[in-house]
Nanobody, 115 residues
């Protein structure tokens, strides 16, 4: 059974930074693509960033140049460094991975950008 546990969310002012972490257990972490999604109130869940097994990355246009995804295969953890945060980044952020055809999600961590 794969478990994903996010941490690092919080309240930050516009222009500030946060780093989210997602700790994985129960899987061979290094071979799977890991993703961060987010869902704002009243909106659909959207893909924010992905990192594959050879650390190729992909970002939503709205976060390019501001967010950075990385992974530590020893710690089985994926990170999302978020800089220059904007009001529109307010959302619940979810860690995700699809492994052997099964989609796994974390419980989510709230990020609120407000002045």
């Amino acid at each position: 059974q794969v478990q994903l546990v996010e941490s690092g969310g919080g309240l930050v002012q516009p222009g500030g930074s946060l780093r989210l972490s997602c700790a994985a257990s129960g899987a061979i972490f290094s071979i799977y693509t890991m993703d961060w999604y987010r869902q704002a109130p009243g909106k659909q869940r959207e893909l924010v960033a992905s990192i594959d097994s050879i650390t190729r990355t992909n970002y939503a246009d709205s976060v390019k140049g501001r967010f950075s995804i990385s992974r530590d295969n020893i710690k089985k953890t994926v990170y999302l460094q978020m800089n220059n945060l904007e009001l529109e980044d307010t959302a619940v952020y979810y860690c995700h991975s699809t492994q052997r055809g099964v989609a796994y999600w974390g419980q989510g961590t709230q990020v609120t950008v407000s002045s």
